[in-house]
């Protein structure tokens, strides 16, 4: 800004109208700063239940803070989107360390089961959101749930039972594309 809106030639007090115009870029930059929101890109790869809730957890959340999501979903990662598998997303033991049983008894008959029970018990028991009721809110809340086509055409999924929200025919140079755009890149 030049000295000449500052002050007059004279040295005296700037002008209302060299004012005026300092508070119109004022506003201006204050503006520019408060639009300055961000932008999350998640990719979601995984289609079990403990995997299912990460990238739902995040974008809502995300969400929340008023920054734009797209979680693009592909190979199983389609599971959590699509309405029916959704609802029987599974937990493996085997190779999971932190699971509380131990990881052969996962190799045994009936151990996933086992593993699956156990985790669906503890969401119950501590009144955690499912799956169906992070993807509601998630698209209640603006998230762009995608589901990648050749992934959908690969398993032949039909796209008509995802839920209903779910952006389709998504491929990944709209992914790549999204994620080059965003603040924050993750692969889930």
């Known amino acids: 800004m030049s000295?000449?809106?500052?002050?007059?030639?004279d040295g005296t007090a700037p002008s209302r109208e060299a004012l005026q115009e300092r508070i119109e870029q004022l506003e201006g930059q204050v503006a520019d700063l408060e639009d300055d929101?961000?932008?999350?890109?998640?990719?979601?790869?995984?289609?079990?239940?403990?995997?299912?809730?990460?990238?739902?957890?995040?974008?809502?959340?995300?969400?929340a803070f008023g920054w734009e999501v797209t979680v693009f979903h592909t190979f199983w990662g389609l599971d959590i989107l699509h309405e029916d598998r959704s609802k029987d997303l599974k937990?493996?033991?085997?190779?999971?360390?932190?699971?509380?049983?131990?990881?052969?008894?996962?190799?045994?008959?009936?151990?996933?089961?086992?593993?699956?029970?156990?985790m669906n018990r503890e969401i119950e028991d501590n009144g955690t959101a499912t799956i169906e009721e992070l993807i509601d809110t998630s698209l209640e809340m603006g998230v762009d749930l995608q589901a990648c086509q050749m992934t959908a055409d690969l398993f032949g999924y039909d796209t008509d039972e995802f839920y209903d929200g779910v952006t389709t025919d998504v491929g990944a140079a709209t992914a790549l594309q999204d994620m080059a755009d965003a603040d924050i890149q993750l692969l889930v």
């Open 3 to 9: 000295t000449d809106s500052q002050s007059g030639d």
């Open 37 to 63: 929101s961000k932008k999350m890109s998640i990719i979601a790869t995984k289609g079990s239940l403990d995997m299912a809730y990460p990238p739902l957890i995040l974008a809502s959340t995300a969400a």
């Open 91 to 118: 937990v493996s033991a085997v190779g999971n360390p932190s699971m509380p049983m131990p990881n052969a008894l996962g190799a045994f008959p009936g151990g996933d089961r086992l593993a699956t029970w156990y």
